[in-house]
């Protein structure tokens, strides 16, 4: 498991993060400083945040709330206080910055405006406030497979294919990249799959559910790609070491899974026994809906919707990564069954399993 720290210790941080800073260590030397992180607070960029400050780096973090600064309470940050909504504090946070990586975004949102003021919108005043206080900045925009859409294929989505997006977040992850690819400076984007790992509350579900001893999938063969969160962040960082204009990025198991062979590994990872069960797809639909009524009401925390049945009901949600791992010299990403065995001790130590 390359990069992965698999120490019995499964309470990572900035002491002990999940990727070792030796294991990237040619990647961050190459790293224009200062270094400015949105979504430091968040799954994927607190592991990131972690590996700099592990490293000897303090970053300059946009969080919303100093006093809360959730899985990295313990780094030594710079924090800027403020939102994608506020331009001041971008400004503050990518003044003479050396590189910028933007990985916060509105995953869940009321309705498709939601997610355009936060996804494209926000990287738009962002990519503003560099373009006056950061021209030569290496920006690294995290972007999601959600904007490309469905694969027609089980070979995956290529980098050059025309996005398809099926739901109003993929389709504000596609707007946001047409923003980032009208920017006059160095860019790339990485298009991270279904990102699983410590400290994730969407994979989760499939965790949570095998722990209760039942698996329930939509009937149809589905086929996916997965990340774990160790590969994400280590691709996160050799994106940004490329240095120059570097274009588009996949991330994520070289080799597609079958829906219902990834939830046998899941269970199979945790040690428990789990009774796979399929459903009609016309099951999740009708929940979907249920959910996205609940959600104008303001139960926004529901992690069902509408648009998230419709891509859960979607085939096949496949990257092609082979070409961008080679690329990058990421080597092959970590077996699945080991990325879900350190999972489930995470889960289990902090008490959410």
């Known amino acids: 498991m390359k990069g992965r720290n698999t120490s019995i210790d499964p309470v990572f941080s900035s002491e002990n993060p999940l990727v070792s800073p030796d294991a990237v260590a040619a990647w961050l030397e190459a790293l224009p400083q200062p270094i400015a992180v949105t979504g430091g607070t968040g799954f994927v960029g607190s592991h990131l945040v972690d590996t700099l400050c592990a490293a000897g780096i ?112 993929g389709r504000s992850k596609a707007e946001a ?84 062979v990834m939830l046998r590994q899941i269970a199979e990872a945790g040690g428990v026994s789990a009774r796979l069960l399929h459903f009609p797809p016309w099951v999740l639909k009708a929940a979907g809906n249920g959910a996205s009524a609940l959600r104008m009401l303001g139960l926004h925390r529901i992690p069902l919707s509408r648009d998230k049945a419709e891509e859960i009901l979607a085939r096949h949600w496949v990257l092609e990564t082979k070409t961008s791992i080679d690329r990058l010299g990421l080597g092959a990403p970590g077996p699945f069954d080991d990325g879900a065995r350190m999972t489930w001790q995470w889960y289990r130590e902090i008490g959410w399993l």
């Open 58 to 169: 303090r970053p300059r973090l946009l969080v919303r709330n100093p006093d809360s600064p959730r899985w990295i309470a313990g780094c030594s940050a710079e924090w800027v206080e403020g939102s994608l909504e506020d331009q001041a504090a971008l400004d503050r946070l990518v003044d003479g910055a050396g590189t910028v990586f933007h990985l916060a975004g509105v995953l869940r949102g009321a309705n498709e405006s939601d997610f355009m003021a936060g996804n494209r919108d926000g990287t738009m005043r962002l990519l503003g406030s560099i373009e006056r206080h950061a021209p030569d900045v290496r920006y690294v925009h995290m972007s999601s497979q959600a904007a490309v859409g469905p694969a027609d294929a089980i070979v995956g989505a290529t980098v050059d294919i025309e996005p398809r997006p099926i739901s109003a977040y």
């Open 177 to 260: 990249e047409q923003v980032v690819r009208a920017f006059n400076g160095r860019w790339a984007i990485l298009r991270p799959p279904a990102i699983y790992g410590p400290r994730d509350s969407d994979v989760f579900e499939f965790f949570r559910m095998a722990s209760r001893g039942l698996l329930a999938v939509p009937s149809g063969d589905r086929r996916l790609t997965i990340a774990h969160v160790a590969d994400v962040v280590r691709a996160v960082i050799a994106v940004a070491a490329v240095g120059q204009t570097a274009g588009i990025f996949h991330v994520g198991a070289k080799e597609a899974v079958a829906m219902d």
